[in-house]
Structures are given as structure tokens and as C-alpha cells.
């Protein structure tokens, strides 16, 4: 099943950059989230968009939302990503593809490739927008404008 515009995040849980238990309920519902679901570390298209998110995370933060990036690499993977690239926002191993099923994050590419996919959800959880596109530079200035228009 597929999120759409309106439905609320759903609750899951991973292990974050430092092989720490990550619970979503810590975070849904108390702020606004940008939820980024993307291929792969360490590939030129998720390098630049994590990048930018890095670059404007501060400007997320004057906004008091959170940004969680999510892709099936494993949990070293995203501790070197994470530091290779000085990461501030957490990174989630969803090893099992269990969280990409729950959201409906689609596969591209003959189904090769793991989507691209940002979901922006206000501080109730409920999801006011999704940007799916592989360019990835586009995902920061439409997750922006999202959480700038809830104040």
C-alpha cells in the first residue's frame, strides 16, 4: 500500500547510523519530518542529496523538523557515509526493505534500483507532501517549501 498526501506516517522501527534502535513514535507526531528514501550510499545522485540535505539542515532546524534518510545499506555502510561526509541527520538501515513495503516506496529502473522518495509530515504526522524523482538535487528545495509553509 502506497502513503499518500493526508495519511498519517506509519510507525517503524531500524537501527540508526550508530546500530542504535530507532523508534519512529520518538519522533512522529511531536515534529515535522522529512523522511527521504534513496538507493544507495556512497553513488553520485544519494552522495549530492545528501549532501544539500546537509547543506540546509540548519534551515530545517529553524523550522524544529527532523531529517531521517533511509536506504537497505547496512549500518556500516551509512557510519562511513555518515562520516566520509559529515551527515548531521540520522540514517536508517532498512536492511529487510521492510520500511520502503510500509511506505510504498516504488522501485525504478526494472525494479533494479530502490526509489527515490521524500515524504514531509507536519507535527501531528500526518503527510502534506511527497516529491518522487530520481534527480536528486530536487528533493531539498520541495522539502523545504513544505515545512516553511507550516509556519
Known amino acids: 500500500m502506497e502513503l499518500k498526501v493526508g495519511d498519517k506516517i506509519p510507525n517503524f522501527t531500524a537501527k540508526d547510523t550508530n546500530g542504535n534502535d530507532f523508534n519512529s513514535q520518538d519522533l512522529i507526531g511531536k515534529k515535522p519530518l522529512v523522511i527521504y528514501f534513496y538507493p544507495k550510499d ?43 561526509f559529515k551527515l548531521p541527520f540520522i540514517l536508517l538501515s532498512d536492511s529487510d526493505k521492510k520500511i520502503r513495503t510500509l511506505f510504498g516506496v516504488p522501485s525504478n529502473l526494472f525494479g533494479l534500483l530502490s526509489g527515490r522518495v521524500t515524504y514531509v509530515a507536519d507535527n501531528t504526522g500526518t503527510v502534506i507532501m511527497i516529491f518522487d524523482s530520481m534527480k536528486a538535487k530536487n528533493h531539498i528545495p520541495k522539502a523545504l517549501d513544505a515545512i516553511r509553509g507550516l509556519q
Not at 539542515?57 to 562511513?80: T, W
Open 42 to 84: 556512497n553513488t553520485p545522485g544519494c552522495t549530492t542529496q545528501a549532501c544539500s540535505f546537509r547543506d540546509q539542515y540548519e534551515d530545517f532546524k529553524d523550522f524544529g523538523a527532523e531529517v531521517i534518510g533511509i536506504s537497505s545499506d547496512s549500518v556500516a555502510s551509512h557510519q562511513k557515509f555518515t562520516q566520509q
